[in-house]
């Protein structure tokens, strides 16, 4: 990359030289035509020499991956790398894609935040935590899926936070992420979310309690049963179904933390 950037350098130097002489003589549209063939050179140059996220994937190069994934000429390397990176569950990338959640590109950022998700290293938390307050909302739905499949509970209270968020999509990301997180802090968030205005974050909410196994969240489930959406209603029968079964089975259900034992 060091001999492109002095071929460009050069072709820089000796066409500001044509352009300068050029003006002397008030010849503008001469000095025109130079700045266009210079800046058509430049943009071969860069094309011809642009990182090829597909080959280096292909290799499993990681280091050639990194690289691309700091390819400032062009916002499409950056994301086909980081998508790559996450393909190839490379661990060492973390703090790369960590960093990229900084880029002024949103669907550089949603490529970024979809990697650390399908690598799912804790290292990763942190980093999606802050994508959360992200100002696109595709960023913040993603990195809400992305903590669910990170699996650290220190997410949760952010998690809940977004239940909030003013995209649906979000609240339903963060609804299913909560569900996987298990953590029984949102079980008064989720219960709340049975009542959202879009289905299918109340049914996300519906399934999402059926994993945690919450007496708590019965009664609320009830009340959905005589929902106006048919696909609600059928979430909802079918965790009362699972708590309780779960009830008649072991006897009624007392959380403690996020365990559950029988009394």
């Not at 938390?125 to 993603?142: F, N, Q, S, W, Y």
């Not at 009542?195 to 309690?209: E, N, Q, W």
Request: proline share 4%; with cysteine; hydrophobic share 45%.
């Amino acid at each position: 990359m060091a001999g492109i950037g002095n071929i460009m350098t050069r072709t820089r130097h000796l066409g500001s030289r044509v352009v300068t002489e050029s003006c002397r003589f008030r010849d503008i549209y001469f000095a025109t035509t130079v700045s266009r063939a210079i800046r058509a050179k430049e943009d071969a140059l860069t094309l011809l020499f642009k990182p090829n996220v597909s080959k280096r994937a292909a290799k499993g190069d990681i280091a050639g991956l990194l690289r691309a994934l700091h390819y400032k000429r062009d916002q499409r390397v950056r994301a086909d790398a980081a998508r790559a990176l996450g393909v190839a569950v490379a661990h060492c990338a973390v703090p790369a894609l960590s960093e990229a959640l900084s880029d002024e590109y949103d669907y550089v950022r949603v490529a970024a935040v979809e990697a650390l998700g399908q690598i799912a290293d804790q290292d990763a938390a942190t980093p999606l935590i802050g994508a959360l307050e992200d100002e696109c909302e595709g960023v913040r739905k993603v990195a809400a899926i992305a903590l669910g499949k990170v699996g650290d509970r220190q997410a949760a209270p952010f998690l809940i936070e977004a239940l909030s968020d003013d995209e649906w999509m979000v609240r339903r990301a963060a609804a299913e992420a909560l569900g996987a997180l298990m953590d029984t802090r949102s079980v008064p968030s989720l219960i709340d979310a049975l009542r959202d205005p879009v289905y299918d974050v109340r049914k996300t909410a519906a399934k999402s309690l059926g994993g945690l196994r919450n007496e708590r969240a019965i009664e609320p489930l009830k009340k959905l049963l005589s929902d106006n959406m048919p696909p609600v209603r059928t979430v909802a029968a079918l965790t009362l179904k699972r708590l309780c079964g779960l009830r008649a089975k072991q006897g009624p259900i007392v959380q403690y933390g996020s365990t559950v034992r029988q009394r």
